[in-house]
C-alpha cells in the first residue's frame, strides 16, 4: 500500500458527461501528480500541484481541470468526455518535487467512456 | 525527441536467472533523477529504484541494481534471480531540474513488458 488514495476505483460513464476524480496524497505530502495511462499514448502527465499551487501542466486537455485543496487533498476533473478519454488515470504524492525524491502512486482510477 | 527510450517492447527470462531491461534518456540537464516502476497486471505503479546523477555508485535495492552509464545516458535495471512474480511492466522515469526553484515531474518511458518462465 503506497498511502495514496484514489477514488474510484472504476468509472462507467456516457459521452458529453462530466466526471470528477478524486485523490488523497501520502501523509505530509505536498505534490499530487495526475497521469494518464492509455494503450497507445502511454503515461502521459497531466499536472502538478505542490501545497495548493499549480506547478507544472504538461498534456492536460482544456476540457480537464484540476485542483488541490488546502486539506492538500487533489481533484481532477474531465468534461465533455469523448471515447478517447477512456483510460487509467493515476494519481501521485511525493514530500518534494526534488529531483531526487520518488512519487508514490495511487491504484488509479480507470475510467470508461461509452 | 523522447525524453526516455526502453527499446525492449518484451522481454522473457527463465526464472532464477537475471535480466536487463534498458532504458536510455535524454537530457542537457547536469542535475537529474531516473526512477524505475514496476506496474503488475493489477494495475498499480510500485517504485523500485532510484539513481541520481551525481551519484558515484549504482544503485541497488535486494534483488533490483541499477547498471548506471552516464556517459552513454543509459540505466538499465538489472533484476537478479527472477521469480514469477516478477512478471510485470517495468517503466524508467527521469526527474530533471527546471532552474527558476521548479523541479520537473516525472517523464516515463512506454515500458518493457517481462515474462518470467517457470
Known amino acids: 500500500d503506497s498511502g495514496v488514495t484514489q477514488t474510484p476505483k472504476h468509472l462507467i460513464t456516457a459521452t458529453g458527461q462530466r466526471v470528477t476524480l478524486r485523490c488523497s496524497p501520502r501523509?505530509?505530502?505536498?505534490?499530487v501528480y495526475w497521469y494518464q495511462q492509455s494503450l497507445d499514448q502511454g503515461l502521459q502527465f497531466l499536472i502538478q500541484?505542490?501545497?495548493?499551487?499549480?506547478?507544472a501542466k504538461g498534456n492536460i486537455l482544456e476540457r480537464f481541470s484540476a485542483q488541490q485543496f488546502p486539506d492538500l487533498h487533489s481533484e481532477l476533473n474531465l468534461s465533455s468526455l469523448e471515447l478517447g478519454d477512456s483510460a487509467l488515470y493515476f494519481c501521485?504524492?511525493?514530500?518534494?518535487?526534488?529531483?531526487?525524491?520518488?512519487?508514490?502512486f495511487g491504484q488509479g482510477t480507470r475510467l470508461t467512456v461509452v | 525527441a523522447q525524453k526516455i527510450t526502453q527499446t525492449q517492447p518484451g522481454m522473457f527470462v527463465q526464472e532464477k536467472e537475471a535480466v536487463t531491461l534498458d532504458c536510455t534518456y535524454d537530457t542537457s540537464d547536469p542535475s537529474y533523477g531516473l526512477f524505475w516502476y514496476k506496474q503488475p497486471s493489477s494495475g498499480e505503479m510500485i517504485f523500485l529504484i532510484y539513481?541520481?546523477?551525481?551519484?558515484?555508485q549504482n544503485a541497488t535495492e535486494g534483488r533490483y541494481s541499477l547498471n548506471f552509464q552516464k556517459a552513454r545516458k543509459s540505466a538499465n535495471l538489472v533484476i537478479s534471480a527472477s521469480q514469477l512474480g516478477d512478471s510485470a511492466m517495468y517503466f524508467c522515469a527521469m526527474r530533471e531540474s527546471q532552474g527558476g526553484g521548479s523541479q520537473g515531474n516525472l517523464i516515463f518511458g512506454k515500458g518493457t513488458k517481462l515474462s518470467v518462465k517457470p
Open positions: 500541484y505542490y501545497n495548493g499551487e499549480e506547478r
Open positions: 539513481q541520481g546523477s551525481y551519484d558515484q
Open positions: 501521485a504524492s511525493s514530500p518534494r518535487d526534488t529531483v531526487n525524491t520518488e512519487a508514490f
Open positions: 501523509s505530509g505530502d505536498l505534490s
